[in-house]
Structure formats: C-alpha cells, structure tokens
C-alpha cells in the first residue's frame, strides 16, 4: 500500500497489548501534563517578577511597590537628617550623644547604608557621562545677574537625572541613554531612582540572609577569611569543628601553629564572638566603669568594634588570671574579634562544665574548695570579680576547676563590682548545694569570706546593703579619684603613661602571651598613628574578601568549618 508520503513500514511491529498502549499513553499524557503545569507555575513567576521588575502594570502591585518604595526613601531621608543633626548636635565634643534609637532603618542595614548612600555623592551627580552641567554653589545657585541658573531649572535637572540614571547599578537595567541629549523628570528621576535602591535592598536582603545563616553556625565570611589567613601564615595548623555556639560567641576546636617564631599550644579553643548580634550593646555595663576600656567605642556604636572590645577584655583577664595561677586558657593570639586560647581537653574532646562532669562525692567537694579558693585570688590577687560565675563557665579537667568565659569579668573598681561578685556567689552556692555537697555556705556567708567585709542580713536585705556598698564605694572613688593605675595590665591601655609601658614591657617580654597580647595592641596603635583607621582596614578587608571569594571559595572550604 502507497501513501502520498511513503511507504508503510513492512517491517512487523513488535507485538503490544493494547493495555500496554493504554498505559503508555497515559504515562505519556501525564507527563506533558505535568510539563504543561510546570511551565506555567515558571509562566507565572517569571510573570511576576516582570510585574515586580517593571513596578508598571497591575494597579495593584504597582501601588504596593510605589508605597514601599516611597516608605523606604522616607525612612532613609529621615535617617541622613538625624545624622547630620547628631553631628551638629555633637559638634566637637568628646562625649557624643547618639540619634541611634531615633534611626527609622533596621540596624542590619546601617552599615551598608552609610558605606553606600552618600547624599552628596547623589547630589554632586559624580558622573562618568559628562554632560555639560554648570557648576553649583553651596545655595544651588550659578552664574550671576540675569543668567542665574539654579541646580531646579528644569532643563538642567532633566539632564542631570539622565545622567544620573546611568549611575544607577549596572544590573539596573535604564537602557542606552550615553549619547542622547536625555532629560528625565524629576518624577521619572525619583521613581527609577526608588525603585533601584528597593531593588537592591531587596538583593541585599538575599544576600544577607545568607551571611545571617552562616552566623548560625556564626561564621560569616569576614571571619572565614580571617581564620583563613591565620591557617594560611602558619598561626594555626588546621581549624577543626565547633565546641560551643553560644548567644554570645561560637568555639571552635584548632590545631596551633606558631607565630614568630613562638610555638602555639598544640590545641586550641578559638573563640569568635559573634558580631551581628545586637545583645552586645546591653553588654555596655560591664565596660562602663571599667576604666580600661573606653565608653566612646560603645557611643561610635560601630558593631564590628564593639566585638573586639570583648576579645581584648578576656584576653586582659586571662592574662592576669594566669599570672595568679588560677587554672583558666592561656592566651594565645588575638586577632579583632577572634582570641585563640589554648584548649581544657585533650584529643578534640572538650572538658566538661562542672553542669555536666559526673562527679563523686568527693570530687564535688574538693571542686568547691578549689572555687572557693579560686574567687578568693581573683578577688584579692587579681582584683577581678568574674561577673558570670556559675556551673556554666567552670570546666573540669584533670582534676581541677577551670575558669572560662571572662569577657564580661570587672575590675573591683566597677561601680556594681559588689553586686556582681554577691551573684556570682549565690550561683556557686546554689549548684554545690544541690549537688549534694556537704557545708556549703551561704551565698552571704561566702561573700564576707571572700570580700573580707562583713555586711550583716541576707536576702534581699543583703543584696540591698551591698548595692549601697557599691554606690558608696564608686563615690569615694570619684571623690579621692583614686584610680587603679598601678595594675601591670593596664598599661595597655593607658597610652598616656607611656614610661610606665617601658618598664612594664621588659618585664613582661619573657612571657609569650602577655607579649602576643601587647603586640597586638601595638600593632593596632601603629595603626591608628598611621592615621589609617579601622574602617579603612575593614574595606579593606572587604575588598579582598571579594577577591577571595571569587578566586577561592575552595580554598575556605578546606577549613571545614562547622
Ligand atoms: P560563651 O560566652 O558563649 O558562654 P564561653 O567562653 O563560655 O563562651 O565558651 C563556650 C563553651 O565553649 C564553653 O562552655 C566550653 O564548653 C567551650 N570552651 C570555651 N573555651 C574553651 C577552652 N579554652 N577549652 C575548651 N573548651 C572551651
Ligand atoms: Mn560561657
């Protein structure tokens, strides 16, 4: 048999039932089917983004975007006001007063926001397109007499918005203007503008969300890089997994390298306090009062500085714990915001917290003792009242207790010194009572012990009578302005007593961790006496993060973090 289109095949066709065919084009159907439908869910999305990209067609979706456009712009007009009235309002001054509270953006954005938006940089129009635009003076006003122009003439502003246009990302898409005499409205102007910054918002929120949820296992890529780096110069051998992820802070296991010539210990405990937490800034009364370290790194509100502060404060502590023979982490290296200790554990595995460590009977009450006795040098030897004492912070390791976590510990000069330290008793007190250890005193009891003093009552009386110690105490400290000067670590702090830094340096010179420690105070004071301040070295960082991560995104991996 012929066809008009060829022959019919006469080759025999492989032997089908038709329940076969019936389910093969069923399956055939479903699958199109299935095709059809998922091409139209992507039909869809893609419909919308055109709708949310274009902010044009739908009356609806077009009054959403404008309104959320229109709010953000507000909220970052209203912010650069607050700025520039905070500058005035601060002028000069030593003590600064903060707009902080007042900022209408999320605090998550600031950052971005002021390295990004610089008003004058939108009104200067630095522009790559030049179009013959007359120059401004600081009332917008040009030229004299009749042929006064001002930056409103709608000719000019048009220009201006066009070319500003091209100023706009380059993943904005504004099309080709470079070349034509293009005047936008302002209207036009201000909507693409709004929309463009909406849209990068809304990328920036994808991108930080990302940085958000590396901060879960807390490392975002600022910190991968500098760990990295450390790995990468030899300071560390390898970085390992993460002990702890706190509010506060991650810990992770590493292997030491050396630094300068001077050996790590081989296990360490690196311990990154997390920097976009905003559970910081309440921590600002544990350093006021503090007298080592500033308030004004507290009122700069600048995150990322406000974290080291927590680093260099354990890093005192420990050092000066250490040198009184209290069982804590010797401090290896500090880094901004990272401090290498060296590791309570042996073989990866943590010791654990006294919360957790089974003890015998017997071992529980030679662990109180050595608590005891351990608040009593930090007391009276190292002049430190630890602040967060507590089964949570003291580890159990080859028969002995451990003290960890003193980023928050205070001079005794603190104005609420007393208060912490009777806290901190009464947490002492509390867990060995429960844990079945005979004679424990009483928090009061263990207080007068420890201070020496002895304020009478308990309970809420006591406590009463010790904040009126406290405030009794940093009065007559104010009025003989006494100071604590005479503590060998805080030369470190006091650049202003340079002699006393000499004498104190030499002696210190034998001890590697007081000398890594001084070392990165110095280097951070050359820095600053370069006059390159840290925000420059934090861009700079960003650039190379960026380099970085495009060239070597592999390369961190092998860091396995978490
Ligand atoms: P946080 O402020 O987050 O509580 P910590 O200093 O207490 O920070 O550390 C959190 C946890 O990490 C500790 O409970 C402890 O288990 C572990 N850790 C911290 N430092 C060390 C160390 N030097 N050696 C071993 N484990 C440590
Ligand atoms: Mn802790």
Known sequence: MSTPWGKVQTAP????????????????????????????????RTFQEVLAAAGENTEASDDWLLAQMLQQEFDREHDQTLKIEEKKFNGNNKVSVSFENYRALHP?????????IDPDEIESGKSRWDSPNPKFNKYGVSGKGKNITTKHDAEI????????????????????????????????????????LAENKRSQRVHEKKEFSTAEHVIDPRTKLLLYKMVNNGTLESVGGSISSGKESVVYHAYGGSKEGVLLSSECAVKI?????????????????????????????????????????????????????????????????????????????????????KLSVEDLEDAYDQVIGIMDTMQNKCALVHSDLSEYNLLWYGGKVWVIDVSQAVELTHPKAMEFLFRDCKNVCKFFMKAGVHDVKEPEELFNHITGLNIK?????????????????????????????EYAFDYYFEKSHQDRLEEAELEDRNDPFEYFHEKSLQDKADEE??????????????????????????????????
């Not at 076969?20 to 159907?29: F, I, P, R, Y």
């Open 108 to 116: 998550a954005y600031k950052d971005e926001e002021e390295d990004e």
């Open 273 to 357: 306090y997390k920097t976009t937490l905003n559970e910081f800034k309440n921590r600002g009364a544990y350093v006021d009062g503090d007298h080592r370290f500033s308030r004004d790194d507290f009122k700069k509100n600048n995150p990322r500085k406000v974290i080291r502060i927590w680093g260099e404060k354990e890093t005192a502590n420990l050092n000066r714990m250490k040198k009184f023979g209290i069982p804590c982490p010797a401090v290896q290296v500090l880094n901004k915001h990272i401090l290498v200790m060296s590791f309570i554990g042996k073989d990866q595995c943590p010791a654990p917290k006294l919360k957790d460590a």
């Open 157 to 196: 502003c048009g220009r201006k918005n066009a070319s500003k246009l091209m100023d706009l990302p380059p993943e904005f898409r504004s099309g080709d203007g470079e070349g034509i005499d293009m005047k936008l409205s302002n209207k036009v102007y201000n909507k693409l503008k709004m929309h463009s």
């Open 457 to 485: 009552g308990e309970g809420a009386e006591f406590a009463a009578q010790v904040q009126r110690y406290d405030k009794e105490r940093s009065a007559e400290l104010l009025a003989h302005q006494i100071s604590t000067k």
């Open 529 to 562: 006496e370069a006059g390159s301040s840290e925000d420059e070295s934090d861009e700079d960082v960003e650039e190379e993060l960026e380099e970085f991560g495009n060239a070597d995104e592999e390369k961190i991996e092998k860091l396995k973090l978490g």
């Open 13 to 44: 066709v492989m032997p089908c039932s038709l329940q076969d065919v019936m389910s093969e084009q069923l399956a055939h159907d479903l699958h199109q089917k299935e095709e059809e439908e998922s091409l139209k869910v992507k039909e869809a």
